[in-house]
């Protein structure tokens, strides 16, 4: 009670926060006068007189009031925009690595530039990260006009760039891309081979637009690059056709997690049925033999059980395109990870292509947690505050509006069942549209955006539908949702990034309607035209209540529903928000407390009936924050996990990073030598062990199969005072020798590039080999929880335990492969895998990633290993260069060079 009663007085702590910050901000405006009066020239030049004070000991605070004032000029010169006291507030927080909470239509993107430009003159890079392309390339284009007006560079990191043009990106001052971007490149960078190949600098800063959608929603799943494996078409299909015959009664289906299991007779009957095809090993299903099919028939009970056309993917073109969750939007290119697209695509009876293998890995957690510095910005973050500060250390601060908040969020209206819902909503809209309000509509999936569109054309309701289906049309649609009487239906606003106006987008009118025509007086006259009824239509629009959200179904997450009605009352528009609900829903249906909907229901409700009481609303925020509570355990969870594997990668990371800025690795390969020839001495050989327990013919047969020599053991068992001690330094004395051998066959150059590159791709490939190793024992480590163990403890000890075999592996497959191979050029480069980049969520197999491998169209190629023999090839990006069918060619990028000194250059 106290504590309302303080809070009431002297405000919340936020409040009192950003109170603290009005003190800076009008440091700011009491520069603005001297600023403006500054010419175009002089303004630029603050630029290299602020990059003059920080080299001589001035921080970034120090210099944040003039250089926040020189950015407003600078926008109001190039933009026409001037940053409003609520916007350097929020530039403030961005500044100090914070979350800055600002409603929709306050001017996030605007609010980056000031921290942007503030961190970019430290030189080391500023990265703004946005939720797609398109954003990306708008935000470079738009902000960076303040940007370059004021000397500095700006770059943006989209898919398909050659590695040339992502370093120049990354070397900018300033830097735009998507998440996914700029997580594979960090990836693809400790793939390769050269310091000269990669393209990303130490990191500095970042900015996280729509911070709640990246570090919240996407950070369910992992960035994956993966490579190809054998094709197994005919086992999807045997297994698709078998899952077809059995019924609902021989699984159990968990709807929350996406899980189905079978029961005991549907164990049995599958059994009978995978003999009759032959795929079955002995009579048990869950021999170990049946593992790989035990796992791929769950995969296909998933697909033909849990994931839904229409709602989880569509077909299109002969193709399954995974549907975004979250926006509703196609993510072309992207599959589901361990079997599961292939198992759609036998399902639906499309081409099945191969499953990929995983070659790198990164949590966006562990990858956005590399940066010294983050920040964020979004309209909706307070409700996992808690989490942003756990996982990230990152405070969420609530920025107020530039005007009062107009819009009015009515209760929700509760129906028995979804065709008394269907039947209000069309009336509601019905009775907007006669009075000329605009109403948006926000769906939950594809297939109910297009039920309702079914039930607004039998009642003749013109509307225009936004789904994964009209994707191309998306910006265009939205622009114009705010004009008279327009009826749009979409399947979820997250991050659109196109703004609803109210009386519509001129800008968007002018290109749609006069896209075609000549410049003018003619085309001037008509953009005046279009501008002038934007205007009146504008106010056509306030005067019947402005936008009209309406929700039908409430979303598992809180922040979804708040970014749908925050499309409605922007910069003080009026506006009108409400939600339909049933218990129906799947919202209710699954996670809302049935006895008391029943009770309702059954007693107190008639056909066509509404009730409207916030004790509902209340009920309904309970049942999405055990949704919030649940899937926050998840993330944490995949963050535990993730730790583990990122322990590790830093050490494989940091290990390649040596090896390629090392000039000579003679010492590595000499100390991995002699560990390789203890390590074999030491199994055939137990310590404090007699003659008679050495297991010579084993020594003799690893000692071949490593370094291919064939000493006289026998010999020397029956010297005197024989021990292995002798067995060692004699072995190391021939394995030295015949590397000292070896050496004389090539330069001295070719002898370090040799080892460099052998090291490397041995690395490589027993880290691919130990990440598809950690991925079978998540997979099963949970199991352990029966036997009364933790399982992260588990996967923790085992995966250490692999770990050290790894390291050893690599130890003796370097030893080896130089002890046995045969050293020649190659004239042309082998041809490598394609990569594929997937973001996949471990947990339900969601895929959430960025687009088709960001690296395509370039050569993914590795160094000449200048040997034959057996030896793990590692691919690696080079330039967009593609090789002729001779080293000795001209190279095709017009330097004049052969290509062997030009692109196709041993670094």
Request: charged share 30%.
């Given at each position: 009670?106290?504590?309302?009663f303080?809070?009431?007085?002297?405000?919340?702590?936020?409040?009192?926060y950003?109170r603290?910050?009005?003190k800076?901000?009008?440091?700011?405006?009491?520069l603005?006068?001297?600023?403006?009066?500054?010419?175009?020239?002089?303004?630029?030049?603050?630029?290299?007189?602020?990059k003059?004070?920080?080299?001589?000991?001035?921080?970034?605070?120090?210099?944040?009031?003039?250089?926040?004032?020189?950015?407003?000029e600078?926008?109001?010169?190039?933009?026409?925009?001037?940053?409003?006291?609520?916007?350097?507030?929020?530039?403030?927080?961005?500044?100090?690595?914070?979350?800055?909470?600002?409603?929709?239509?306050?001017?996030?993107?605007?609010?980056?530039?000031?921290?942007?430009?503030?961190?970019?003159l430290?030189?080391?890079?500023?990265?703004?990260?946005?939720?797609?392309?398109?954003?990306?390339?708008?935000d470079?284009d738009?902000?960076?006009?303040?940007?370059?007006?004021?000397g500095?560079?700006?770059?943006?990191?989209?898919?398909?760039l050659?590695?040339?043009?992502?370093?120049?990106?990354?070397?900018?001052?300033?830097?735009?891309?998507?998440?996914?971007?700029?997580g594979?490149?960090?990836?693809?960078?400790?793939?390769?081979?050269?310091?000269?190949?990669?393209?990303?600098?130490?990191?500095?800063?970042?900015?996280?637009?729509?911070?709640?959608?990246i570090?919240?929603?996407e950070?369910?799943?992992?960035?994956?690059?993966?490579?190809?494996?054998?094709?197994?078409?005919?086992l999807?299909?045997?297994?698709?056709?078998?899952?077809?015959?059995?019924?609902?009664?021989?699984?159990?289906?968990?709807?929350?997690?996406?899980?189905?299991?079978?029961?005991?007779?549907?164990?049995?009957?599958?059994?009978?049925?995978?003999?009759?095809?032959?795929?079955?090993f002995?009579?048990?299903?869950?021999?170990?033999?049946?593992?790989q099919?035990?796992?791929?028939?769950?995969?296909?009970?998933?697909?033909?059980?849990?994931?839904r056309?229409?709602?989880?993917?569509?077909v299109?073109?002969?193709?399954?395109?995974?549907?975004?969750?979250f926006?509703?939007?196609?993510?072309?290119g992207?599959?589901?990870?361990?079997g599961?697209?292939?198992?759609?695509?036998?399902?639906?009876?499309?081409?099945?292509?191969p499953?990929n293998q995983?070659?790198?890995?990164?949590?966006?957690?562990?990858?956005?947690r590399?940066?010294?510095?983050?920040?964020?910005?979004?309209?909706?973050?307070?409700?996992?505050?808690?989490?942003?500060f756990?996982?990230?250390?990152?405070?969420?601060?609530?920025?107020?509006?530039?005007?009062?908040?107009?819009?009015?969020?009515?209760?929700?209206?509760?129906?028995k069942?979804?065709?008394?819902?269907?039947?209000a909503?069309?009336?509601?809209?019905?009775?907007?549209?006669?009075?000329?309000?605009?109403?948006?509509?926000?769906t939950?999936?594809?297939?109910?955006?297009?039920l309702?569109?079914?039930?607004?054309?039998?009642?003749?309701?013109?509307?225009?539908?936004?789904n994964?289906?009209?994707?191309?049309?998306?910006a265009?649609i939205?622009?114009?949702?705010?004009?008279?009487?327009?009826?749009?239906?979409?399947?979820?606003?997250?991050g659109?990034?196109?703004?609803?106006q109210?009386?519509?987008?001129?800008?968007?009118?002018?290109?749609?309607?006069?896209g075609?025509?000549?410049?003018?007086?003619?085309?001037?006259?008509?953009?005046e035209?279009?501008?002038?009824?934007?205007?009146?239509?504008?106010?056509?629009v306030?005067a019947?209540?402005?936008?009209?959200?309406?929700?039908?179904?409430?979303?598992?997450?809180?922040?979804?529903?708040?970014q749908?009605r925050?499309?409605?009352?922007?910069?003080?528009?009026?506006?009108?928000?409400?939600?339909?609900?049933?218990?129906?829903?799947?919202?209710?249906?699954i996670?809302?407390?049935?006895?008391?909907?029943?009770?309702?229901?059954?007693?107190?409700?008639?056909?066509?009936?509404?009730i409207?009481?916030p004790?509902?609303?209340?009920?309904?925020?309970?049942?999405?924050?055990?949704?919030?509570?649940r899937?926050?355990?998840?993330?944490?969870?995949?963050?535990?996990?993730?730790?583990?594997?990122n322990?590790?990668?830093?050490?494989?990371?940091?290990?390649?990073?040596?090896?390629?800025?090392?000039?000579?690795?003679?010492?590595?390969?000499?100390?991995?030598?002699?560990?390789?020839?203890?390590?074999?001495?030491?199994?055939?050989?137990?310590?404090?062990?007699?003659?008679?327990?050495?297991?010579?013919?084993?020594?003799?047969?690893?000692v071949?199969?490593?370094?291919?020599?064939?000493?006289?053991?026998?010999?020397?068992?029956?010297?005197?005072?024989?021990?292995?001690?002798?067995?060692?330094?004699?072995?190391?004395?021939l394995a030295?020798?015949?590397?000292?051998?070896?050496?004389?066959q090539?330069?001295?150059?070719e002898?370090?590039?040799?080892?460099?590159?052998?090291?490397?791709?041995s690395?490589?490939?027993?880290?691919?080999?130990h990440?598809?190793?950690?991925?079978?024992?998540?997979?099963?480590?949970?199991?352990?929880?029966?036997?009364?163990?933790?399982?992260?403890?588990?996967?923790k000890?085992?995966?250490?335990?692999?770990?050290?075999?790894?390291?050893?592996?690599?130890?003796e497959?370097v030893?080896?492969?130089?002890?046995?191979?045969?050293?020649?050029?190659?004239?042309?480069?082998?041809?490598?895998?394609?990569?594929?980049?997937?973001?996949?969520?471990?947990?339900?197999?969601?895929?959430d990633?960025?687009d088709?491998?960001?690296?395509?169209?370039?050569?993914?190629?590795?160094?000449?290993?200048?040997?034959?023999?057996e030896?793990?090839?590692?691919a690696?990006?080079?330039?967009?260069?593609?090789?002729?069918?001779?080293?000795?060619?001209?190279?095709?990028?017009?330097?004049?060079?052969?290509?062997?000194?030009?692109?196709?250059?041993?670094?």
């Amino acid at each position: 009670m106290f504590g309302g009663f303080a809070k009431t007085i002297f405000g919340s702590s936020n409040d009192r926060y950003v109170r603290s910050l009005r003190k800076i901000v009008e440091q700011i405006n009491g520069l603005e006068a001297t600023i403006s009066a500054m010419t175009d020239d002089e303004l630029r030049n603050q630029t290299a007189i602020f990059k003059n004070r920080l080299e001589n000991g001035a921080s970034l605070d120090d210099i944040l009031p003039e250089a926040f004032a020189t950015v407003r000029e600078a926008a109001v010169r190039t933009l026409g925009q001037r940053h409003y006291d609520v916007q350097l507030i929020g530039g403030i927080v961005l500044h100090r690595g914070e979350i800055a909470e600002m409603r929709t239509g306050e001017g996030k993107t605007l609010v980056a530039t000031l921290a942007v430009y503030l961190n970019a003159l430290g030189g080391k890079g500023v990265h703004v990260v946005t939720v797609n392309d398109y954003l990306a390339r708008r935000d470079a284009d738009w902000m960076g006009q303040v940007y370059r007006f004021l000397g500095l560079s700006v770059g943006v990191i989209i898919p398909n760039l050659a590695d040339a043009q992502r370093r120049a990106a990354y070397h900018s001052d300033i830097t735009y891309g998507t998440n996914n971007e700029f997580g594979f490149d960090y990836l693809r960078d400790n793939m390769k081979y050269d310091r000269g190949h990669m393209v990303q600098r130490p990191f500095n800063f970042a900015i996280v637009d729509e911070v709640d959608s990246i570090l919240i929603d996407e950070a369910r799943t992992p960035l994956i690059i993966s490579g190809p494996t054998d094709d197994k078409s005919e086992l999807y299909l045997a297994l698709d056709r078998i899952v077809k015959e059995i019924s609902p009664d021989d699984y159990e289906y968990d709807e929350k997690d996406k899980r189905v299991l079978l029961t005991e007779d549907g164990t049995e009957r599958m059994e009978r049925l995978l003999e009759a095809e032959g795929l079955l090993f002995g009579s048990n299903l869950y021999d170990y033999e049946n593992t790989q099919v035990v796992h791929h028939l769950n995969q296909a009970l998933r697909a033909n059980v849990a994931y839904r056309a229409d709602i989880d993917y569509i077909v299109k073109e002969g193709k399954v395109i995974i549907i975004d969750p979250f926006t509703g939007r196609m993510m072309e290119g992207r599959r589901w990870s361990e079997g599961l697209h292939q198992a759609v695509e036998a399902k639906e009876g499309v081409d099945i292509e191969p499953e990929n293998q995983t070659l790198a890995s990164i949590t966006f957690q562990n990858y956005f947690r590399m940066y010294p510095k983050l920040s964020g910005m979004t309209g909706t973050a307070a409700t996992e505050a808690a989490e942003f500060f756990d996982i990230y250390k990152m405070n969420v601060v609530t920025i107020p509006t530039h005007k009062p908040v107009s819009r009015i969020d009515e209760d929700d209206e509760f129906y028995k069942n979804q065709e008394d819902k269907f039947a209000a909503i069309v009336k509601g809209i019905e009775e907007k549209q006669a009075i000329g309000q605009p109403v948006l509509v926000g769906t939950v999936s594809i297939e109910k955006s297009e039920l309702l569109s079914e039930y607004l054309k039998r009642s003749k309701v013109r509307h225009e539908v936004l789904n994964a289906r009209y994707h191309e049309q998306e910006a265009h649609i939205v622009a114009q949702a705010g004009r008279l009487g327009a009826v749009t239906i979409a399947t979820n606003m997250a991050g659109r990034g196109t703004d609803i106006q109210l009386g519509g987008n001129a800008e968007f009118r002018i290109q749609d309607e006069l896209g075609g025509m000549e410049e003018g007086p003619e085309k001037d006259a008509a953009i005046e035209r279009i501008r002038h009824e934007v205007a009146e239509e504008r106010e056509k629009v306030i005067a019947a209540g402005g936008l009209f959200v309406l929700g039908t179904e409430r979303h598992e997450s809180r922040r979804i529903d708040n970014q749908l009605r925050g499309r409605s009352g922007r910069q003080g528009d009026p506006g009108l928000s409400r939600f339909y609900l049933s218990l129906d829903d799947d919202l209710l249906r699954i996670f809302g407390p049935q006895t008391m909907f029943s009770r309702l229901m059954n007693k107190n409700l008639a056909d066509g009936e509404a009730i409207i009481s916030p004790w509902i609303s209340k009920a309904i925020e309970t049942a999405q924050k055990k949704v919030e509570a649940r899937n926050y355990d998840v993330r944490k969870q995949v963050v535990e996990y993730d730790d583990v594997m990122n322990d590790q990668r830093k050490v494989i990371y940091e290990q390649r990073a040596d090896i390629m800025d090392a000039e000579t690795v003679g010492d590595v390969v000499e100390d991995m030598r002699t560990e390789t020839v203890n390590a074999l001495v030491g199994e055939a050989i137990p310590p404090n062990s007699y003659p008679e327990q050495w297991d010579i013919p084993l020594l003799k047969e690893r000692v071949e199969a490593v370094f291919g020599l064939s000493p006289p053991f026998d010999d020397w068992v029956k010297e005197e005072a024989v021990d292995p001690e002798m067995f060692v330094e004699r072995l190391q004395t021939l394995a030295d020798e015949q590397i000292a051998e070896k050496v004389t066959q090539v330069s001295q150059e070719e002898w370090i590039q040799i080892e460099k590159s052998i090291l490397l791709q041995s690395l490589d490939h027993h880290w691919k080999e130990h990440l598809s190793m950690l991925d079978a024992l998540r997979q099963v480590v949970h199991l352990r929880a029966y036997a009364q163990k933790k399982p992260i403890d588990e996967y923790k000890r085992e995966a250490f335990v692999m770990f050290e075999r790894m390291l050893g592996a690599i130890r003796e497959d370097v030893t080896g492969t130089l002890a046995r191979a045969r050293f020649a050029m190659p004239d042309e480069l082998p041809p490598m895998p394609d990569f594929v980049t997937q973001h996949i969520d471990p947990f339900t197999g969601d895929d959430d990633t960025a687009d088709v491998d960001a690296a395509t169209g370039t050569i993914l190629s590795r160094l000449p290993p200048l040997l034959t023999g057996e030896m793990p090839a590692t691919a690696t990006s080079q330039d967009e260069v593609p090789p002729p069918a001779s080293r000795n060619a001209p190279c095709p990028c017009g330097s004049g060079r052969k290509y062997k000194h030009c692109h196709g250059a041993v670094a």
